[in-house]
């Protein structure tokens, strides 16, 4: 099986930019032999997101994508409902700012005294209700190939991203087939998907026929989000959490986990899971990821 070495980024319609000037930043030390190094490091600024003239939360993230972080983060807390209609979306940089406007009135005020502090890294969220609706989820039975997810892995592993660049920081795919679509990264893995949540809200992506790729852990915090965006299909280069397994198991959501080389472990939802491709035929990825800096 021949997998892709050098991903075409334009293939993407959203790619990671780790060029660009605001998201990192030069800071100068001392190496493990005493030498004067230079590298970059990932910025973290606030954002504080408002629901029409009331202040929701303040999350730190890179900067890239307010607008789509607003409003994924507004759906994914049930916020926002599916067919919400959206009056504006204005982002304030000096302010640090976004404020999503709705033709319905909102008051979340006694949502909001409700809530959890999750396992993301960089301390997500989500308020005490974050199970609500789960239970009436129905994910489509949409096949996923083997062949597939050893064509995205390799693809996005080898994506020029933050990630590779300076570490300290999640990606989130979200592909369709063997395709990556769109590539989202920020400190916290939540921030990324809430991210992808939005572009999908905004431009009326349907969900049922996508796969979510994540560079981070497999959380019970993931598998709700992935579940209550309708992807019926979630995979990760890393592990999984025991609670995030067994949420993934109860609502039929297939979970795939240590996704790398030829390996990968699927700890639910294996009757979506076409193994059409000989793992014997697929290169061992190697052993250094090429990473800048520290890891994610």
């Excluded at 999350?59 to 607003?70: K, N, R, V, W």
């Excluded at 939005?198 to 959380?219: F, N, P, Q």
């Excluded at 039929?252 to 294996?270: N, Q, Y």
Aim: glycine residues 8%; contains cysteine; negative net charge.
């Amino acid at each position: 099986m021949q997998l892709a070495q050098d991903p075409d980024v334009t293939e993407y319609l959203i790619a990671p930019d780790p060029a660009a000037a605001r998201l990192t930043r030069p800071v100068t030390g001392k190496d493990h032999n005493g030498n004067e190094t230079t590298i970059r490091v990932v910025e973290e600024r606030p954002l504080t997101i408002y629901l029409n003239s009331q202040e929701i939360v303040t999350a730190m993230t890179i900067g890239d994508y307010p607008e789509y972080l607003a409003l994924g983060f507004l759906r994914n807390q049930h916020m926002l409902r599916p067919d919400e209609e959206i009056t504006r979306v204005d982002y304030d940089e000096e302010l640090e700012t976004v404020v999503v406007r709705t033709a319905r009135a909102t008051d979340y005020e006694d949502k909001m005294r409700r809530k959890t502090r999750t396992s993301g890294c960089a301390v997500g969220t989500v308020f005490g209700d974050m199970m609500e609706g789960l239970d009436e989820v129905v994910l489509a039975e949409t096949p996923v190939r083997s062949s597939w997810l050893y064509t995205l892995s390799a693809k996005i592993n080898r994506t020029p991203s933050l990630y590779l660049e300076a570490g300290a920081i999640h990606g989130t795919v979200l592909c369709h087939g063997d395709k990556p679509l769109v590539y989202m990264e920020d400190v916290g893995r939540h921030n990324a998907v809430d991210k992808i949540a939005g572009w999908m809200m905004s431009e009326g992506i349907k969900a049922d026929d996508k796969v979510l790729y994540t560079t981070g852990r497999l959380t019970s915090e993931m598998v709700i989000k992935t579940a209550m965006m309708g992807i019926p299909v979630l995979v990760s280069r890393s592990g999984f959490t025991a609670w995030g397994v067994e949420i993934a198991q109860q609502i039929g959501l297939t979970l795939i986990g240590r996704m790398k080389g030829k390996r990968f472990v699927c700890l639910s939802g294996e009757a979506r899971l076409i193994r059409d491709a000989d793992p014997a035929q697929v290169a061992e990825e190697p052993r250094k990821s090429g990473r800048k800096g520290d890891t994610a």
